[in-house]
T-cell receptor
Framework: ETGVTQTPRHLVMGMTNKKSLKCEQHLGHNAMYWYKQSAKKPLELMFVYNFKEQTENNSVPSRFSPECPNSSHLFLHLHTLQPEDSALYLC?????????????FGPGTRLTVT | GQNIDQPTEMTATEGAIVQINCTYQTSGFNGLFWYQQHAGEAPTFLSYNVLDGLEEKGRFSSFLSRSKGYSYLLLKELQMKDSASYLCAPVDSNYQLIWGAGTKLIIKP
């Protein structure tokens, strides 16, 4: 239990569906991150929010849309995904971004796009 | 470009010692993290090195040589529960973690 929760843990969706992933951190952190983890590949940073402001968008396709209503909650809205988007989506938080604080990860959402 | 190189897989025996190496090239450097990730679980923090040398934390130690772009994670008295992937992640000039693909460590009885 790292203090970062993610729901759902597993999600199967069709290419025309719209779904959202949710992340919540109970650590009082100010930075939150979305990562994509595909088998045998490095973690890919998707988005970074620092004090609710988006500070990084690493060339992520527009079918992924993040939302950060406050420092404790982070969403990833999904629409018209492709099969290659199937992966483990990890949320993380840290004290702040722009500093080498350790990141605490949630358990991830295993996404399968059919 | 930025590059992280670590072995894909290693095998070791319970009770033994294993060293997992990581070489890196990054745009700037602000320290290096090691994380452990059990299959199907989230990565968890193991260590952070910013100065050259060895840092010891129980059965785990981490070493850094900034001039050589090299780090290693040393695991002593291996236990079956140490079977996991170990992720090397240097921090670049923008304070972004640059993740390696990880080393899958298999512990045999």
């Amino acid at each position: 239990e790292t203090g970062v929760t993610q729901t759902p843990r597993h999600l199967v969706m069709g290419m025309t569906n719209k779904k959202s992933l949710k992340c919540e951190q109970h650590l009082g952190h100010n930075a939150m991150y979305w990562y994509k983890q595909s088998a045998k590949k490095p973690l890919e940073l998707m988005f970074v929010y620092n004090f609710k402001e988006q500070t990084e968008n690493n060339s992520v396709p527009s079918r992924f849309s993040p939302e950060c209503p406050n420092s404790s909650h982070l969403f990833l809205h999904l629409h018209t995904l492709q099969p290659e988007d199937s992966a483990l989506y990890l949320c993380a938080s840290s004290q702040e971004s722009g500093t080498p604080y350790e990141q605490y990860f949630g358990p991830g959402t295993r996404l399968t796009v059919t | 470009g930025q590059n992280i190189d670590q072995p894909t897989e290693m095998t070791a025996t319970e009770g033994a010692i294993v060293q997992i190496n990581c070489t890196y090239q990054t745009s700037g450097f602000n320290g290096l993290f090691w994380y452990q990730q059990h299959a199907g679980e989230a990565p968890t923090f193991l260590s952070y090195n910013v100065l050259d040398g060895l840092e010891e934390k129980g059965r785990f130690s981490s070493f850094l040589s900034r001039s050589k772009g090299y780090s290693y994670l040393l695991l002593k008295e291996l236990q079956m529960k140490d079977s996991a992937s170990y992720l090397c992640a240097p921090v670049d000039s923008n304070y972004q973690l640059i993740w390696g693909a990880g080393t899958k460590l298999i512990i045999k009885p």
